[in-house]
Each structure stands twice: as C-alpha cells, then as structure tokens.
C-alpha cells in the first residue's frame, strides 16, 4: 500500500471513530433534530421516501471521504433498508469534480429521471444524439438500488392511484370537498410524484391535462403545493 493511502485509511479511521462517539453524545441531538425536521412532517428517507428516516447518512461515505464527516451538507436522514444497501461506491464526474448521483436536497430528480405512471417504475432519461441511459440517473440508481425494489415501486404505484382517483373526483365534480381532498393528497404525497405532475411529463396524462385546462385556477394552486414540502 502507498504511504498517501495508507494515511487516508488511517484518518477514515480516526474519522469513524469520532463519528461514532459524536453520534452517542448528547450534543449530537441538535443536528438529528434538524435532519428530521428537513425530511418533512412524515420524516420519510431523503432517499427512497418509501420508509421512515431512522439514521444518518453520509452521501460522500466517511471512507475515504474522511473530509466530509461533519460536513453539513454531506448529512441526510435516511432509511435502514437504504443504508444497508448504499455502499462506498460513489463516483465523479471528472470534469467537474462534483459526484454523479443526484443529491435529492439541491437538484430535482425528474431533470435525470423518467417515471412510468402506470407501473410506477423510475429509469434514467434517454439523452440524445444516441438516445443513451443518462449518466447521472444510471449511477444514482446504481449507488441506491433500493430505488428499483419492488415495495418502493409499489409505493409510488399507490400514490399515483390515490392522486389519479381525488383528481377524477375533483375534475367530474368540481365540488368543494373533492377539490379539499385534492388538494390535501398533493399536500401529502411524498414519493415525488406530485412534483412529476406539476413540473413534468405527469401533466400530459389524464385527469391532470384535463384540469389544467378546466380549473386553471386549482391546478396553480397544485403547482405551488407541489413545492411547498
Ligand atoms: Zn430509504
């Protein structure tokens, strides 16, 4: 081993250890505290947004990215099934030295990812001019397969449904306690697809093009709902 690599380990080391007693002192309350208060009023995993938040996790891993433990933004609250399944395997783009999987606080996943509103099913976005996986989608499915997992596509199944049943409702009925119920499960939805109807192909399907068109006025409310998390 190279005397670089082996300073590199030892201090990963010395940073797991530190971590490890940071996370069982009291003064690390605050920052959990804070981390589940990002994750939303269900506390669902910055990641899969399928279970409940129950650990912290380091984006760019402690080995050997020993730099980044106490690095605010490097923390997210996570579930244990994709911390499980997450490992050190994370990669950069060479031109900009930024990692290649999307950080689900500062970028929206939609930009890189396609979802199929039938089966519930993410896949990267086809780039022209060869009509190629997107990178940055393949390699965040790569680092969190947990993404592809049957419960969490059937999580996104159900949620699709409930919102395509309160949006028939609210559509063929236009009464005040269907366009409630309508807006309250865009409150509630948290699997993202909410934001995939607001802002992107989700809009084109029925019942959303239809209230856009009809109900200008709620589906603005929506679009702002959709952001408001
Ligand atoms: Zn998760």
Same mark, same amino acid.
């Not at 089966?119 to 397969?145: K, S």
């Given at each position: 081993?190279?005397?670089?690599?082996?300073?590199?380990?030892?201090?990963?080391?010395?940073?797991?250890?530190?971590?490890?007693?940071?996370?069982?002192?009291?003064?690390?309350?605050?920052?959990?505290?804070?981390?589940? *208060?990002?994750?939303?009023?269900?506390? *669902?995993?910055?990641?899969?947004? @399928?279970?409940?938040?129950?650990?912290?996790?380091? &984006?760019?891993?402690?080995?050997?990215? &020993?730099?980044?433990? #106490?690095?605010?933004?490097?923390?997210?609250?996570?579930?244990?099934?994709?911390?499980?399944?997450?490992?050190?395997?994370?990669? #950069? @783009?060479?031109?900009?030295?930024?990692?290649?999987?999307? /950080?689900?606080?500062? $970028?929206?996943?939609? $930009?890189?990812?396609?979802? @199929? %509103?039938?089966?519930?099913?993410?896949?990267?976005? %086809?780039?022209?001019? %060869? #009509?190629?996986?997107?990178? /940055?989608?393949?390699?965040?499915?790569? =680092?969190?397969?947990?993404?592809? #997992?049957?419960?969490?596509?059937?999580? /996104?199944?159900?949620?699709?449904? *409930?919102? /395509? !049943?309160?949006?028939?409702?609210?559509?063929?009925?236009?009464?005040? @306690? $269907? =366009?409630?119920?309508? =807006?309250?499960?865009?409150? !509630?939805?948290?699997?993202?697809?909410?934001?995939?109807?607001?802002?992107? $192909?989700?809009?084109?399907?029925?019942?959303?093009?239809?209230?856009?068109?009809?109900?200008?006025?709620?589906?603005?409310?929506?679009?702002?709902?959709? =952001?408001?998390?």
């Amino acid at each position: 081993m190279l005397k670089a690599e082996q300073a590199g380990v030892s201090d990963s080391l010395a940073a797991r250890e530190e971590w490890k007693r940071f996370r069982n002192a009291k003064s690390s309350e605050p920052l959990i505290v804070e981390l589940r *208060r990002m994750s939303g009023a269900t506390e *669902r995993c910055a990641y899969c947004s @399928d279970s409940l938040g129950a650990t912290v996790d380091h &984006f760019l891993p402690i080995s050997p990215h &020993f730099e980044h433990t #106490f690095d605010w933004r490097n923390l997210y609250w996570i579930c244990d099934n994709c911390n499980r399944r997450k490992g050190a395997r994370i990669t #950069f @783009d060479p031109a900009t030295g930024q990692p290649l999987a999307i /950080r689900p606080d500062r $970028e929206c996943p939609w $930009e890189y990812l396609y979802l @199929d %509103m039938e089966t519930g099913v993410i896949a990267p976005r %086809m780039r022209p001019p %060869m #009509f190629e996986p997107d990178e /940055r989608a393949a390699e965040t499915l790569r =680092v969190l397969p947990v993404l592809g #997992f049957e419960p969490v596509i059937e999580g /996104r199944r159900r949620e699709i449904r *409930r919102l /395509r !049943e309160v949006g028939n409702s609210a559509v063929t009925t236009r009464g005040t @306690d $269907e =366009v409630r119920a309508l =807006v309250l499960a865009f409150k !509630e939805e948290h699997h993202g697809v909410k934001s995939w109807i607001a802002h992107h $192909e989700g809009s084109d399907e029925s019942p959303w093009r239809e209230l856009k068109r009809q109900a200008p006025h709620l589906w603005r409310r929506l679009v702002i709902t959709s =952001v408001s998390d």
